[in-house]
């Protein structure tokens, strides 16, 4: 299986896999806890090997746990075997009107960029990967494979994407679960204009199935901000509806209320042991990968 995708892409740029390759490890997100480096089991005829350990999740065989390593860590750990080791990636990106907001790069395109590299890397650790995108409603769904096409088939339709119409997180999350069959790791991509409490009540379906979920909160930097003077217009990129307003006499209130739903998201992932990262347009994705990185 080649490590590269066949052909240049938007996306997925010559720079950009040359800064791939300095990622000598997977990310925090695929190595799920193990307590050794990853290393393929060899099968022999119609058996399987014991491959390494993981943490113990609810709903998990307990009778897979090596009580032995309990007795050392005071945790549990599960024995795994080749069969589990092919890890699954599930990448769900937002692809509403509202991810289409931004200059001079867009939350959609820098989201893709993303998503793009995060999907290579998971591909290069021969790991299987789904990309599943969505506004109100799921759009497009490319089931998990670890294949060479089917890389460059996710880029293709990461090229081939644009904004659609309103965000609605929750919904999408309910209708996904049935189309991720197998348990693994769940990346959101997202600029979350959705209601917290609702979000992650559909996110506990995921949690209860053992997945582990990260979310990546995309926003640009003016969307944090409100810049300008005087008498402006402002615009909803969902409903279209249209305010105009004196930028110094609403800016404190938004830059309070912009302020209270990150953190909104943030304690409620904290709480329920997600991991949560805000991902400013103006700075590099690839600093998405530090949060990421498994530092051994």
């Not at 080749?82 to 509202?98: G, R, Y």
């Not at 090229?159 to 919904?171: C, D």
Request: include cysteine; charge should be positive.
């Amino acid at each position: 299986m080649s490590a590269t995708p066949k052909t240049s892409h938007k996306y997925l740029r010559p720079e950009d896999l040359a800064k791939l390759g300095a990622f000598e490890f997977a990310p925090k997100l695929l190595v799920e806890g193990y307590l050794s480096g990853r290393h393929r089991s060899r099968v022999r005829g119609a058996s399987v090997e014991f491959h390494d350990y993981r943490q113990y999740v609810p709903g998990d065989d307990l009778a897979m746990v090596d009580w032995r390593v309990y007795a050392r860590t005071d945790r549990h750990y599960l024995r795994t075997f080749e069969q589990e080791t092919n890890l699954e990636c599930h990448l769900m990106l937002d692809s509403s009107a509202s991810m289409g907001y931004g200059g001079p790069i867009s939350k959609l395109d820098y989201a893709s960029f993303f998503t793009a590299a995060l999907a290579y890397l998971v591909f290069r650790q021969r790991d299987r990967v789904s990309l599943l995108t969505f506004d109100e409603k799921i759009r497009s769904f490319l089931p998990p494979s670890g294949t060479s096409r089917h890389l460059n088939e996710m880029l293709h339709l990461l090229e081939n994407n644009t904004p659609g119409s309103k965000t609605s997180l929750s919904v999408a999350l309910r209708k996904a679960g049935p189309l991720l069959k197998r348990r693994g790791t769940l990346v959101i991509v997202s600029d979350f204009f959705d209601d917290p409490g609702a979000i992650f009540s559909a996110l506990s379906i995921y949690l209860h199935r053992g997945f582990r979920v990260h979310l990546f909160h995309i926003l640009d930097p003016t969307e944090m901000e409100l810049p300008g003077d005087g008498l402006l217009s402002y615009v909803d990129m969902e409903s279209r509806h249209r305010t105009v307003a004196h930028a110094g006499d609403i800016r404190r209130a938004y830059q309070t209320a912009i302020g209270q739903h990150i953190e909104n998201l943030r304690r409620l992932a904290a709480a329920k042991q997600i991991d949560y990262a805000l991902a400013r347009t103006d700075h590099s994705f690839f600093n998405l990968f530090d949060h990421l990185c498994d530092h051994r």
